[in-house]
């Protein structure tokens, strides 16, 4: 088994603040995923990376930057924090090119912004 | 645009068997039918997936309708530790488009003790 780690688990931050979040993965998987959940809805995709150094745009990709630092680690940047915005971002990852991909999740980042 | 229908909510009592709904029409035959379920505080959680056979584990049945335009996901003697919100959702068997995994709002399960 394995698991996949977000940090930080609450994060407040400040309108136009960048702010970082973090996820670390010890299945060996080679997809990583970043996904946006709002309060009562669906999961909508910001950046995913097939790979280490990939980086692939999702339908949410805009105000907001990815980086694969290496296989084990996956980054998101909100580039400039959005006043009164509150989501929780969840990391994912999966082996590529599975005949049926499972996706595994973190338990999220929960963002506040003042 | 949501490719999966499911109820808003269902209602069940622990110790009972519960059958959920899911309609998927437009089906392409690459796409495997997945269940997540999510617990408040927590990412969504592996269930089970299928393709054409029906399936099972130690979380849950799928039943897979024979033309693959629905299926059911049946808990047995379900606890509380079941309640949550489960998600069916369909994915393609590889490639980028994969990770457009579009989760809806799913089926909140209740269970009263």
């Known amino acids: 088994g394995g698991i996949i780690t977000q940090t930080p688990k609450f994060l407040i931050g400040q309108e136009g603040q960048k702010l970082t979040l973090k996820c670390q993965q010890n299945f060996n998987h080679d997809t990583m995923y970043w996904y946006r959940q709002d309060s009562g809805k669906g999961l909508r995709l910001i950046y995913y990376?097939?790979?280490?150094?990939?980086?692939q745009k999702g339908d949410l990709s805009e105000g907001y930057d990815a980086s694969r630092e290496k296989k084990s680690s996956f980054s998101l940047t909100v580039t400039s924090a959005q006043k009164n915005e509150m989501a929780v971002f969840l990391c994912?990852?999966?082996?590529?090119?599975?005949?049926?991909?499972?996706?595994?999740f973190g338990s999220g980042t929960r963002l506040t912004v003042l | 645009d949501a490719k999966t229908t499911q109820p808003d909510s269902m209602e069940s009592t622990e110790g009972e068997t519960v059958h959920l709904p899911c309609s998927h029409a437009t089906i392409s035959g690459n796409e495997y039918i997945y269940w997540y379920r999510q617990v408040p505080l927590q990412g969504p959680e592996y269930v089970t997936h299928g393709l054409q056979q029906n399936t099972t584990n130690s979380m849950a049945f799928l039943a897979i309708a024979s033309d693959r335009k629905s299926s059911t996901l049946i808990l047995t003697h379900v606890s509380l530790r079941d309640a949550a919100v489960y998600h069916c959702i369909l994915r393609g068997n590889s490639g980028g488009s994969n990770a457009k995994l579009t989760f809806g709002k799913g089926t909140k399960l209740s269970v009263k003790s």
């Open positions: 990376s097939i790979t280490e150094n990939d980086l």
């Open positions: 994912a990852s999966s082996h590529w090119g599975s005949s049926a991909e499972t996706l595994y």
